[in-house]
């Protein structure tokens, strides 16, 4: 079966300009998180989406970060005016439920490089 | 708060010897804990996790976990490292319905 997936796997683009992130969560996955590691640094939440529920955005770093997620399923993270310290590897995962025993599938990331 | 912390944020071992990659938290309440890793540009997988029951989980590839509630760790070991092991591991620690609580990872490196 299909796992987690993201696209672009790359994306650069010039420091001002707005970038959207896709992520496609495994069907069936109720639950979908967005999260940000920066080079050599920890995972960082950005926000949480859970069924019908309104979302947890208490990790988004500022008003230029939005995130949506379309009949449940896929999701889209909006970068505006990115800035060169939204370099990072974005990555998104989803799991099955809110149950705290599920454990969260991972895609394989979007690498963006603010120029 | 919850948190997590991993000591050592590189760690060499030779091949063939003990792996040991060491995790503590803290929380309030009873946690779910989990390891992940990912390889040079990939996502996270799951190794293992502890929800509730047997306080030694086994996972993927060899690797153990050994959750100790008096120490509040999640330490976790493999008895033989391989060249493939090289990688980046991450604890994490997840309560109730709360997202989950990454530890900032480890790097592993394994000297042939």
């Known amino acids: 079966g299909a796992g987690v997936s993201q696209s672009p796997s790359n994306k650069v683009t010039e420091k001002g300009k707005d970038v959207e992130l896709r992520c496609d969560p495994i069907?069936?996955?109720?639950?979908l998180y967005w999260y940000r590691q920066s080079l050599g640094q920890g995972l960082e939440f950005l926000i949480y989406?859970?069924?019908?529920?309104?979302?947890?955005k208490s990790g988004l770093p500022s008003d230029r970060f939005s995130a949506e997620r379309t009949g449940g399923s896929v999701s889209t993270l909006t970068i505006q005016r990115t800035q060169q310290e939204d370099s990072a590897v974005y990555l998104c995962?989803?799991?099955?439920?809110?149950?705290?025993?599920?454990?969260?599938?991972f895609g394989p990331g979007t690498r963006l490089t603010v120029l | 708060a919850q948190s997590v912390t991993q000591l050592g944020s590189h760690v060499s071992v030779s091949e063939g010897a003990l792996v040991l990659l060491r995790c503590n938290y803290s929380?309030?309440?009873?946690?779910?804990l989990f390891w992940y890793v990912q390889y040079p540009n990939q996502g996270l997988q799951l190794l293992l996790k502890?929800?509730?029951?047997?306080?030694l989980v086994k996972g993927i590839n060899g690797f153990e976990a050994e959750f100790k509630k008096s120490e509040t760790s999640f330490h976790l070991t493999k008895p033989s490292a391989h060249m493939s092991d090289a990688a980046e591991y991450f604890c994490?620690?997840?309560?109730?319905?709360?997202?989950?609580?990454f530890g900032p990872g480890t790097s592993l490196s394994v000297i042939p």
């Open positions: 989406f859970q069924g019908n529920s309104a979302p947890d």
């Open positions: 994490a620690l997840r309560t109730s319905y709360d997202k989950v609580i």
């Open positions: 069907s069936g996955h109720t639950a």
């Open positions: 929380s309030s309440v009873p946690p779910y």
């Open positions: 995962a989803s799991s099955l439920g809110r149950a705290s025993y599920n454990e969260q599938f």
């Open positions: 502890y929800t509730t029951g047997a306080t």
